[in-house]
């Protein structure tokens, strides 16, 4: 039985809480957070630093600008960590906390959960096993309307870029089924809440493998399309079950996550539906990840472990800083 602790118990923590006190192979030893009206039955630490029972693993969901101070001391104490995305701040925090996690020989593992969707790992073999030839292009969009007290007074007030929160995961994700990314180009969008963070915008994307990409963003626009209105895999955002990502290839294409496959040949002739026997959803994706750290910590291979995380942080940096020096357009 591991004991597992989590640190942060806000939109995300709260929720591995829970993870953790179904799951029949740990126990949760506790929840440290400064904020005591978290409503929960889990043990309470103010800080990580007040934890004095034995931990195997911790689950790091504080701020962004906080994991790698929280990593770093999860490592000094011999802890395997899930720390949750964006790995780090900013790519030197994600170096040290790979130094701190190699030197103290624990194993890490990131929260890019949307890995662990049956969906997504299908998604990735239909494009191993070239079902639509060799990847030409990819279209993706994520637009949803967080509301106003998301961002007021918080963390996210000036960091609350879309980038570093959202498009993390849609670049994952493209990593993960489609390969590296080569290069990036940005455009800033329109600022509708009058904040100076990033609220909107469009990305190029070019990839190792020669395709290429596009990402449509916003935080600002309530819309049918994105990962979690399409799949439904977090309780907090209305699910429409919508496409939001197409992908063409030489032989054919696939939309997300309805997963509808076409076949084509020349422009003559019109492309023909395949059908494509999907597997049953074993379960939700957070929970999949628990049961992975649990292997992680017993020695499994890491899905994605600091080092791999960095390169996703990388991309979302380098589009981050492209908008960052673009002054919003107006409306
Ligand atoms: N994988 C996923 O689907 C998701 C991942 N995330 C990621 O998780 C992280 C947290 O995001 P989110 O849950 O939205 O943020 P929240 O602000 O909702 O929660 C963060 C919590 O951490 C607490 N906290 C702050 N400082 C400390 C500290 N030193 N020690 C312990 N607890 C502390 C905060 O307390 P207080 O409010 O008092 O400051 C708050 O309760 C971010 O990195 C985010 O990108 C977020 C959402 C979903
Ligand atoms: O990481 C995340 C933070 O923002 C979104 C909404 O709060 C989540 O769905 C997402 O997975």
């Given amino acids: 039985m591991k004991r597992l602790l989590v640190v942060g118990g806000g939109l995300i923590g709260i929720r591995h809480v829970h993870a953790a006190q179904a799951h029949p192979d740990c126990v949760l030893v506790g929840l440290a957070d400064p904020d ?7 043990p309470r630490f103010d800080a990580m630093e007040d934890v004095d029972c034995p931990v195997d693993g911790v689950i790091i969901a504080t701020p962004t600008h906080l994991h790698t101070a929280h990593g770093i001391q999860a490592a000094e104490r011999g802890w395997h960590m899930l720390i949750e995305k964006p790995v780090a701040g900013t790519i030197e925090d994600a170096n040290l906390l790979g130094q701190a996690v190699a ?9 890019h959960h949307r890995r662990y969707h049956n969906l997504v790992q299908h998604l990735k073999s239909v494009l191993a096993d070239e079902r639509i030839g060799q990847v030409i292009t990819v279209s993706l969009i994520w637009a949803m309307r967080k ?9 996210r007030t000036s960091g609350g870029s879309p980038v570093m929160i959202n498009l993390v995961h849609d670049i994952d994700l493209l990593r993960f089924v489609i390969g590296e990314i080569s290069d990036v180009a940005a455009l800033r969008g329109s600022s509708v809440r009058g904040s100076t963070r990033v609220e909107s915008g469009a990305v190029a994307l070019a990839f190792e493998c020669g395709a290429t990409g596009t990402i449509s963003f916003a935080d600002t626009a309530p819309s049918p399309w994105g990962f979690e209105a399409g799949i439904g895999e977090n309780p907090n955002i209305g699910t429409t079950g919508q496409d939001m990502m197409w992908i063409t290839g ?3 294409a696939i939309s997300f996550p309805s997963m509808t496959l076409w076949h084509g040949e020349d422009w003559g002739i019109p492309a023909q539906q395949i059908p494509l026997e999907l597997t049953s959803n074993p379960g939700r994706p957070l929970d999949a990840q628990l049961d992975h750290f649990l ?9 994605t472990d600091v080092a791999d995380a960095a390169q996703t942080l990388a991309v979302a940096m380098k589009i981050e800083q492209e908008l960052a020096a673009q002054k919003n357009r107006r409306m």
């Fill in 103 to 111: 030197s103290a020989q624990v194993s890490s593992l990131v929260g």
């Fill in 250 to 252: 030489t032989k054919g």
């Fill in 295 to 303: 292997a992680v910590m017993d020695g499994a291979d890491p899905l």
């Fill in 36 to 42: 005591r009206s978290i409503n929960t039955d889990a």
């Fill in 147 to 155: 509301p106003d007290a998301y961002f007021d007074q918080n963390w």
